[in-house]
């Protein structure tokens, strides 16, 4: 069972199109601070001339990784209804996502607890450890994570069954 159509997730709010010979980095940083992947969130910090670290040979900013990050925050919040990574402590946030020394572990167990509850649950907790790197360049592309996911769509429908089928159309009634 194919159930005849596709689901489509885009927010376009703050999206640029850049062109086949553009690397498409961006130091804008707007959207929603715990939706942010890590070079977002230091961007304005790597960006600075004033910095020790400033490197003008060192491209800086967020490309397309930072959509797939995104994009792993969106469907988590999707089947949870809550923000991965929210933290009443700003700071607390910011070193756990953006630091790679952080003691704090980057997907706490009770976060995950949820998913873990859910039939497939384990799958989709793979699925977020793959994406969920710091480093832009180990992430993995958007094209992986597309078949990533329709690997564990089909994992996840062969062990629910027919539980898991999608619903017939109903008939003309009358």
């Given at each position: ?9 885009c927010?376009?709010g703050e999206?640029?199109?850049y062109?086949p ?5 961006t130091?804008r940083?707007?959207?929603?601070e ?5 070079e977002?969130?230091t961007?304005?910090n790597?960006?600075?001339k ?15 990784s930072c ?12 089947l949870?209804a809550?923000?991965l990574f929210f933290?009443d402590?700003w ?7 953006t630091s790679?020394?952080?003691a ?5 167990k009770?976060?995950l607890?949820?998913?873990l ?7 989709v907790?793979e699925l977020?450890?793959?994406?969920f790197?710091r480093?832009?360049?180990?992430r ?7 078949a ?5 769509r089909?994992?996840v429908r ?12 109903a008939?003309?009634s009358?």
């Amino acid at each position: 069972g194919d159930p005849g159509f596709d689901i489509v997730l885009c927010d376009f709010g703050e999206s640029k199109v850049y062109g086949p010979d553009e690397d498409g980095y961006t130091t804008r940083n707007r959207g929603t601070e715990f939706m942010k992947s890590p070079e977002m969130l230091t961007v304005a910090n790597a960006s600075s001339k004033e910095r020790s670290t400033y490197d003008r040979r060192k491209k800086v900013g967020a490309n397309k990784s930072c959509d797939v990050w995104g994009f792993a925050c969106l469907l988590y919040e999707l089947l949870t209804a809550q923000f991965l990574f929210f933290d009443d402590d700003w700071i607390r946030f910011f070193i756990r996502v953006t630091s790679s020394t952080c003691a704090e572990d980057l997907l706490p167990k009770e976060r995950l607890a949820p998913l873990l509850a859910a039939p497939g649950g384990a799958l989709v907790v793979e699925l977020l450890r793959t994406i969920f790197v710091r480093d832009p360049i180990r992430r993995p592309s958007m094209h992986d994570v597309s078949a990533l996911l329709e690997n564990v769509r089909a994992q996840v429908r062969a062990e629910a069954g027919p539980s898991l089928r999608p619903v017939p159309e109903a008939g003309p009634s009358g």
